[in-house]
């Protein structure tokens, strides 16, 4: 038996069982008139196996009740199960879609806009290309370089919903085969680009990140995703998603390589995500390809952290003064409120 708020689907086995007790009759003894073993007899009457025309037959000889009787008790049984479990599922989606900021989704034009509860988890499971929204939780299907999702928290299905749209604007950017080897040789390339303009460096790195078979895309910041970026594969590319608009140059630049760094370092396509030790990992990697841990600490130790030494620094290095900025606002050489004059704002359109 199968219930929902609205349905209760009882298998013809019931009818079976009602019948075989005004007659007194034991299973067994049932299993042999209908020439079934006592296994199929049982599963029958729980519901177990399908009743079938065959079986209706058997039971019109049997006990004397019409074989279409069976047979549309069966029907009425199997449809009532689909309506149960499809009201259930819904029940179960509509729930899993209020962990979404799904109001900000549709502002940003990824959902239709509604208030209409079971709307919003029929727009998410079209948003996701799923036939319902528990399967978030499937591994197979969110395959993201980042810690480890778990569909009970909201943070994650905001990370799912943000790193979904970073997937359906990659399918219109087109890329050469995935090149690692190609990816690594472009980085001094890239990390020449951190003193240009976001007009100038966006389109330089989406075609050179596009030559090694990564798409890059620029996406507005989801509140609740605690999300700077994120990588995965998908198909035959690796997408590489951002959050851009109005942030301090440091952290889009540290964003970006720390994406890289999982490309780079083989943690794209792990079946659980990232680990503790890959973030790390990633975090040095992109440290280091910025500012060199030696060069830095150099740096460090003249103890000269004026603007004008922030800045030959910076230029000395070839890398934008943020980034020096944001290396010593992270590392506690100096207050966060200190030389931000040396930040610059990228607005990037998304």
Known sequence: MVRSRSYIATPPGATIKEQLNDRGMSQKEFAARMDM??????????????????????????????????????????????????ENAMDADIEIAKQFPYSEMAKFGWVPETKVAQEKAINLR??????????????????????RLAITKKSDLALM??????????????????????????????????????????????????DCG????????????????????DGS??????????????????????????IALGHIGQSHGTSEDDEKAANDWACDTLISADDFEVFRRDRDYSERRVIQFAKAQGIAPGIVVGRMQRKGIIKYSMLNNLKEKYEIAV
């Open 214 to 233: 990564i798409a890059l895309v620029f996406l507005p910041h989801l509140k609740g995703s605690f999300l700077q970026g994120a990588s995965f594969m």
């Open 161 to 210: 919903a943000w790193a979904q749209e970073a997937k359906i604007k990659a399918r219109d950017i087109q890329t050469a085969p995935i090149n690692i080897k190609g990816l690594i040789s472009a980085i001094p390339e890239i990390r020449k680009m951190t003193v240009l303009k976001p007009k100038e460096f966006c389109p330089q790195i989406k075609r050179c990140l596009a």
């Open 37 to 86: 073993s006592e296994k199929h007899i049982s599963k029958l009457i729980n519901g177990e196996v399908q009743l079938t025309p065959e079986t209706s037959v058997r039971l019109e000889m049997v006990l004397g009740v019409p074989a279409k009787f069976w047979n549309n008790l069966e029907a009425i049984y199997r449809e009532k199960i689909i309506k149960a479990e499809a």
């Open 237 to 262: 590319k690796i997408v590489v998603g951002l959050t851009a608009r109005g942030k301090d140059a440091d952290k889009f630049w540290f964003s970006l390589f720390h994406e890289l760094a999982h």
């Open 126 to 147: 079209r948003y996701f290309e799923i036939v319902e929204l528990s399967l978030l939780g499937n591994e197979q299907i969110t395959r993201i370089a980042c810690r």
